[in-house]
């Protein structure tokens, strides 16, 4: 059973658009949602995480929105460059209860 | 600063064998979690240290150990070797069993 559903698999944005992702879950007892980046051969690098208690958070390009009521939750990065070319996951825990658990991930790929 | 450091980089082993991936976490952290990541997929826990124990299992057999050092370091050891091993294999560590986790580089393994 998959406790984190993400999508789209991939995505390709124009340099300076929106890139969306979303996330849903199922577990009511997460309470810790972040976002990694991960490029070719690296390790996961944490992006942007976020607590139930609020509905949005914003770091420089990047925003998480949270839809506790839905059970979901998304990544939007504001003016998306080619740097930003990379695999990003969502993920979620339970504080003291369950580990991490990842969403699938997505592909995205920003063209010039 | 040093990050989470994962010796080796990269791996090659046959099927039947044994080995062992290493781990050091982040200055000030003492909790170290492994995860197994296949090509194309998220990251799956596999299991997590803190103060030397095991804490929490995820859904792997027996033939993945770990163990944890005083200096707050950890070993995977992986015995009998199966081609599905052939994977990703990624280190995070955070404080006291704490939310926010950084992971290292990862190891590289392929089993032949």
């Known amino acids: 059973q998959q406790q984190v559903k993400q999508s789209p698999q991939s995505l390709i944005v124009q340099k300076g658009g929106i890139s969306i992702i979303n996330c849903a879950y199922e577990n009511t007892a997460f309470d810790y949602f972040p976002w990694y980046q991960q490029f070719p051969g690296k390790g996961p690098a944490l992006l942007i995480a976020i607590r139930p208690d609020v509905s949005e958070k914003k770091e420089g390009r990047f925003t998480i929105s949270f839809n506790k009521s839905a059970k979901q939750f998304s990544l939007h990065i504001m003016d998306s460059q080619p740097g930003d070319s990379a695999t990003y996951f969502c993920a979620a825990l339970s504080s003291g209860n369950t580990p991490l658990v990842f969403g699938k991930g997505t592909r995205l790929s920003v063209i010039a | 600063d040093a990050g989470v450091t994962q010796s080796p980089t990269h791996l090659i082993k046959t099927r039947g064998q044994q080995v062992t991936l290493r781990c050091s976490p982040k200055?000030?952290?003492?909790?170290v979690s492994w995860y197994q990541q296949a090509l194309g997929q998220g990251p799956q826990f596999i299991f997590q240290y803190y103060e030397e124990e095991e804490r929490q299992r995820g859904n792997f057999p027996d033939r993945f150990s770990g163990h944890q050092f005083p200096n707050y370091s950890s070993e995977l050891n992986v015995n009998a070797l199966l081609l599905g091993d052939s994977a990703l294999y990624l280190c995070?560590?955070?404080?006291?069993?704490?939310?926010?986790?950084?992971f290292g580089p990862g190891t590289r393994l392929l089993v032949l």
């Open positions: 995070a560590s955070s404080l006291g069993q704490g939310q926010t986790q950084y």
């Open positions: 200055s000030g952290h003492d909790t």
